[in-house]
């Protein structure tokens, strides 16, 4: 089963027709004798047999003319057998070649279901080319009879209250009473019964090399995009989101799993999602094939049936899933014989460096193949002479390793002689500049050669971390590792006909477009960007003792990007060719070293990379812009002139923790600019509202919510934002006490509710629905916080919350607002003798503290706690003359 363009290619040009999807099949007759193993292939007119050797086609041309092709003309209808996964028979009409006599093929494919899809395809759209008519290609279920493989079936059987389910060549376990509702198509399918829906998505493989065209080069990224898909409607919140491992192998199946779950509930739904991808699929190990597996139900099930015999819970749901996602399994005749690999073609594809370098690892690990051993020579001689040269520089920390890699291996004083010699093995000869074939296999020679060194022949022992952070004490050594590190990198113009030439990072620099016409290694490019290989050479012609005293390489303050290294990394995130952890790689390095001093080169690369459509990416950029933007008032305002706000509002509804999290803060960040305010999206207020209604106040989500509250504070400072969210239906006021009350005490989401009460509540003119009275139930639990923070010096015992300045802060100027009105002063001046609560003491302690001495609060304090102590004395002398 195969749609590798390379093998078609071969196999083209051995029957002289077009076709695009091939298998090895075992072509059965009634004598066992007689059973002979060839290739099938689908071509746009015809069915054609090729024999296994690629020799050519079978039957070859004689007395019955070209038997090997079949015109879908002579194909009357295909046979699926009952009795076996593998076998089916293809009838032929009366006009089809006597060779073929009487009339039946019976072909045994581990793949049925696959060849039969593109069988259909083809056999239909011959019909409406040929005929101008739309038929449906003649398909029956039957027993073949003595027809088969003589392998009986041998399959697992599903656990006690399970059944299995076919669909799309794969096979899974669901529970007996669930229903097959509907197959929208072969590949998607739903199983119900009356409590619970389970829907399977079968994608069609893809190619490894094309996944990471639209950045779907790992399940987490297919995942958190479906997610977003299927998240739909208002309070949806994301119960668990992380790795899922497969715990089951049921039929011996050598290809690797790898799994995402995600658990959410909405308003009316509750559904667990789980994603998985099945990669290095047999029988060429270059495909990869995302499966969706969905179990939903209504969310008044879930309540209604609460305290029930059979309880309907969360765990219902997650086993439910988690054993369809389990069982799943290519369907095979025998479960303890794996699928066949083209092991020839494989190897074919190895020797010619076609295979990237998670390829190259599994390939060695579960089926023992690797390159030509010619080539891993070549590789092993290459990173011999590279560890040579660093020894004899002192630069080697691990001088075994020359050992290691073997004594009998022979070494240049140049490695990059051992790259020419690769490139002639493939190309004898005087080669011109402008081959394609020659330049395209130099490029992956780059590629297998660093994949090398990097892992790939002394595992971590060596790594280009190894090269890039030696201490070189010779300029002409050091430029050979730079030549090296740079011809890994292979930057060279996508334009196949132009010949790699070397050129240092500094000249590079200078082109414009140079990840606009350019292609490059990107896993390569990702390492000496977070090893910092880059900057370091582009600095290094020009670094002197002043600079590195500048730079902080003596102080050991963190090293500043230079503007030419932004203008790279800046290059880098807008580049359309830069994979998702690349990208992420360039954030990482920015949130690290610091980037306000060019933050007009890197924020419009950032700007564009927070509207990608990876949230991952978008994550990572919204950090960077809190980092740039943090006590920068020029950087804040150019980044709410480029127009951020309304991908601020995007990503709060992005249903991710991360994300909105982290532009919350941004978000906080840049309403410090009260100006802005007056011109802040209206939709971006509405979400604020929406998000602090329907997010739970779960534990992990209480740093969530304070940054909302945080938020809130800020754009309320607006009088026309404060109206509208004082009048909204939603009440966010009510809310922001609701969750003031169930939140931790002394804990940061206390302390950032109170900011946001208090710019309700502090207006001269109070709204009706804002005042201070509806906010007298939170003093008492804000002097508990207090004295549990600093008791009273007369008080017995030590502090029983860590101290925290920005709680008391907020709580000093919450008291000293609500304390303006009469009522809530007078509550708050009275000692509890239950309780022994006594704001007053608590307040003295303060006063004392450094709380008591910074310039925000100083006044505040001692004007709160004059008012309240003339209270008491008011009430005392008042009862003493009663």
Not at 128 to 144: D, I, N, S, Y
Not at 368 to 378: R, V
Request: hydrophobic residues 40%.
């Amino acid at each position: 089963m195969s749609t590798d363009r390379l093998a078609l290619i071969a196999l083209e040009q051995r029957v002289k027709a077009d076709i695009f999807y091939f298998e090895l099949v075992e072509l059965i007759y009634s004598d066992p004798e007689l059973r002979k193993r060839l290739y099938v292939c689908v071509g746009k007119h015809v069915l054609c047999f090729v024999n296994r050797n690629l020799s050519g086609p079978w039957p070859p041309p004689g007395d019955f003319g070209d038997a090997a092709k079949i015109p879908y003309g002579h194909v009357a209808r295909t046979v699926e057998d009952v009795n076996s996964f593998y076998n089916l028979a293809i009838d032929l009409n009366e006009s089809a070649n006597p060779f073929w006599a009487p009339g039946r093929l019976v072909l045994a494919a581990e793949h049925r279901s696959r060849l039969l899809v593109h069988l259909r395809t083809a056999w239909q759209t011959e019909v409406l080319w040929r005929l101008g008519q739309v038929k449906k290609m003649p398909c029956f279920t039957e027993e073949l009879g003595d027809m088969r493989t003589g392998e009986p079936r041998l399959t697992v059987q599903p656990f006690e209250g399970y059944q299995v389910v076919f669909q799309d060549g794969y096979s899974f376990f669901v529970p007996k009473d669930f229903e097959t509702k509907k197959m929208h198509s072969a590949s998607t399918g739903t199983y119900s019964n009356n409590k619970y829906t389970c829907t399977v998505q079968i994608q069609d493989p893809r190619s490894l090399d094309s996944l990471a065209a639209d950045y779907s080069d790992h399940i987490r990224w297919v995942a958190v995009r479906q997610r977003q898909t299927m998240a739909t409607g208002d309070g949806v919140l994301i119960v668990k989101n992380g790795f899922y491992l497969k715990k089951m192998n049921l039929v011996n199946d050598i290809a690797s799993w790898t799994g995402w779950m995600t658990f959410l509930k909405s308003d009316t739904e509750v559904k667990v999602m789980m994603f998985l991808r099945r990669q290095f699929i047999p029988p060429l190990a270059d495909t990869a094939q995302d499966i969706f597996v969905t179990v939903s139900c209504p969310k008044h099930v879930l309540d209604d049936h609460k305290g029930a015999a059979e309880a309907v819970t969360d765990e219902t749901l997650l086993t439910i899933a988690g054993v369809a996602a389990d069982s799943l399994s290519p369907v095979a005749q025998r479960c303890t014989v794996p699928q066949t690999f083209y092991r020839d073609m494989i190897q074919a594809k190895l020797d010619a460096l076609l295979f990237g370098e998670e390829s190259l690892f599994w390939l060695r690990g579960s089926l023992g193949l690797s390159p030509d051993q010619k080539l891993q020579d070549w590789a092993r001689c290459f990173v011999k002479s590279i560890l040579k040269m660093l020894q004899e520089e002192s630069a080697l920390e691990s001088p075994t390793l020359l050992k290691t890699i073997g004594e009998d291996v022979a070494t240049e004083k140049d490695p990059m002689a051992f790259p020419r010699n690769m490139m002639l093995s493939r190309f004898p000869g005087n080669v011109p500049p402008d081959d394609p074939a020659a330049n395209a296999f130099y490029a992956r020679v780059a590629r297998y050669l660093a994949h090398s060194v990097d892992g790939g022949i002394l595992g971590p022992r060596l790594s280009l971390m190894d090269l890039t952070s030696n201490w070189i004490p010779t300029a002409r050594i050091q430029a050979k590792i730079d030549e090296i590190i740079m011809f890994f990198l292979h930057i060279r113009p996508m334009d196949m006909t132009k010949k790699w030439e070397h050129k240092p990072v500094r000249l590079l620099l200078h082109d414009a477009d140079l990840f606009e016409t350019n292609s490059f290694n990107d896993r390569v490019m990702q390492s000496v960007v977070e090893l910092g290989w880059i900057e370091e050479a582009i600095s290094r012609d020009k670094r002197d003792d002043k600079r590195d005293e500048q730079r902080g390489r003596k102080t050991g303050a963190p090293a500043k990007l230079s503007l030419e290294y932004s203008k790279f990394l800046a290059s880098v995130l807008m580049c359309k060719a830069s994979s998702i952890n690349l990208k992420a790689a360039v954030c990482r390095q920015l949130n690290k070293s610091g980037a306000s001093e060019h933050f007009g080169v890197l924020c419009p690369a950032l700007l564009q990379t927070v509207r990608h459509t990876s949230i991952f990416l978008r994550t990572n950029a919204t950090l960077c812009l809190i980092n740039i933007s943090a006590e920068h008032r020029v950087v804040s305002d150019l980044i709410i002139k480029s127009g951020i706000i309304p991908y601020c509002n995007h990503n709060l509804k992005s249903y991710d923790d991360d994300l909105t999290r982290y532009t919350l803060v941004l978000l906080t960040h840049l309403t410090k600019n009260v100006a802005i305010l007056k011109d802040l999206h209206p939709q971006v207020t509405q979400t604020l509202v929406m998000l602090l209604e329907k997010t739970p106040a779960l534990p992990s989500k209480q740093s969530l919510l304070a940054d909302l509250a945080s938020v809130i504070g800020q754009v309320c400072n607006n009088d026309e934002i404060w109206k509208s969210m004082c009048e909204d239906m939603a009440k966010p006021m009510e809310k922001l006490v609701t969750l003031f009350k169930g939140a931790p005490p002394g804990g940061q989401l206390r302390c950032k509710v109170m900011f946001a009460l208090r710019i309700f509540v502090s207006r001269p003119t109070e709204h009706e629905l804002a005042k201070r009275e509806h906010l007298s139930s939170l003093v008492k639990l804000i002097a508990d916080d207090m004295q549990a923070m600093c008791p009273p010096s007369g008080a017995n015992g030590t502090a029983t919350l860590q101290p925290d300045d920005d709680y008391l802060a907020n709580a000093i100027l919450l008291l000293g607002t609500l304390c303006k009105s009469s009522k809530i002063a007078e509550e708050a001046a009275k000692k509890d003798k239950d309780s022994k609560r006594d704001l007053v003491e608590t307040l003295s302690a303060l006063t004392l503290q450094s709380i008591g001495s910074k310039d925000s609060t100083r006044d505040r304090l001692r004007n709160l706690l004059a008012r309240l102590e003339h209270i008491q004395k008011s009430s005392g002398t008042a009862r003493a003359k009663s």
